[in-house]
């Protein structure tokens, strides 16, 4: 099993740009798909990105595409999510995920090991 922690959230103002970092431990996280999710008051946690364990293959959520890159470094055992252009709506805790599948999964029941979260606040 793999644990993540992740770091970077933060209070920002519409149009800034925020990294978020997932630090991996126990297992190396180029053994995994690795994703992005967020979760909203009152909402579902809902997909934001995805790569695959060779960092070669990434999809995106529509609402965030062309704003939001993943990347990994697999040397550091981490994993990135660089989010330009940040709107209000953009506003969640975001988690970190990994699954053992090979598939670009967007669905959060395929993401067996979770990290606890990271607040990001987006003012207008």
């Known amino acids: 099993q793999v644990r993540l922690v992740e770091s970077g959230g933060g209070l920002v103002q519409a149009g800034d740009s925020l990294r978020l970092s997932c630090a991996a431990s126990?297992?190396?996280?180029?053994?995994?798909?690795m994703g992005w999710f967020r979760q909203a008051p009152g909402k579902e946690r809902e997909f934001v990105a995805v790569?695959?364990?060779?960092?070669?293959?990434?999809n995106y959520a529509d609402s965030v595409k062309g704003r939001f890159a993943i990347s990994r470094d697999n040397a550091k055992n981490t994993v990135y999510l660089q989010m330009n252009s940040l709107k209000p709506s953009d506003t969640a805790v975001y988690f970190c995920?990994?699954?053992?599948?090979?598939?670009?999964?967007?669905?959060?029941?395929?993401?067996?090991?979770w990290g606890q979260g990271t607040q990001v606040t987006v003012s207008s």
């Open positions: 995920a990994a699954s053992a599948g090979l598939a670009l999964s967007m669905r959060v029941p395929d993401f067996t090991s």
């Open positions: 126990g297992r190396t996280a180029s053994s995994y798909t």
């Open positions: 790569q695959d364990r060779y960092g070669v293959h990434t």
